[in-house]
């Protein structure tokens, strides 16, 4: 089949969870490998926490393979016949190159700096609308912290990679402009 996955990738609290919900609004099927992740978790019989999430995604790579979050999204995008579809959150090549078998992949890189995505972070614990509030980091040690083991399992070399298609979106201004620059993205894919 020919299709296309749109990747949505950044360190957190950058927007992707926005864009995810915004694309997801438009009628076009998205998917989260941190589901995946967090739903392992509580399998698990774990509290939902950035440190257990962290020690769950690199023990569930080790025992199923460095791409299992995303053969487990694949799995539900193999069953869909739609030519466009949205993968938010892999954190390492692997998980891109696993999804590039399923179809032309182009990446979504969302960026903001450090002080917004920690303020982000902040207030999506004080009552966010998206994420679980346990997941996020408490304070900025622990947002850090968080920051430099995506970045070592992966995301460095996914949000620097020339391997696939790629646009860029500075996430520092309001929803809406957030929202109109992923447009922009979405019609140039189509084109």
């Known amino acids: ?38 739903e392992e978790v509580m399998n698990r019989g774990l509290h939902l926490t950035p440190q257990n999430s962290e020690m769950i995604a690199r023990k569930f790579r080790e025992e199923e393979g460095m791409d299992v979050a995303a053969q487990r999204v694949g799995e539900k995008i193999k069953k869909l016949t739609k030519k466009f579809i949205c993968v938010e959150g892999p954190r390492d090549i692997y998980e891109i190159d696993y999804l590039a078998t399923l179809g032309k992949v182009t990446l979504l890189i969302i960026q903001a700096p450090e002080k917004i995505r ?7 614990v004080s009552g966010g609308r998206f994420e679980p509030k346990s997941r996020n980091p408490k304070n900025l ?3 850090r912290w968080r920051d430099e083991q995506e970045l070592e399992r992966g995301l460095h070399e996914v949000t620097t990679t020339h391997k696939y298609p790629r646009h860029v979106i500075k996430n520092t201004g309001t929803r809406e402009e957030l929202r109109e620059r992923v447009e922009m993205v979405l019609e140039k894919i189509k084109k």
């Open 1 to 38: 089949m020919n299709r296309t996955i749109l990747v949505v990738t950044g360190l957190p609290g950058s927007g992707k969870s926005e864009v995810y919900h915004y694309i997801k609004s438009r009628g076009i099927p998205a998917f989260r490998t941190g589901d995946v992740i967090r």
């Open 118 to 124: 920690f303020k982000r972070q902040k207030l999506r």
């Open 141 to 143: 040690e622990e947002f």
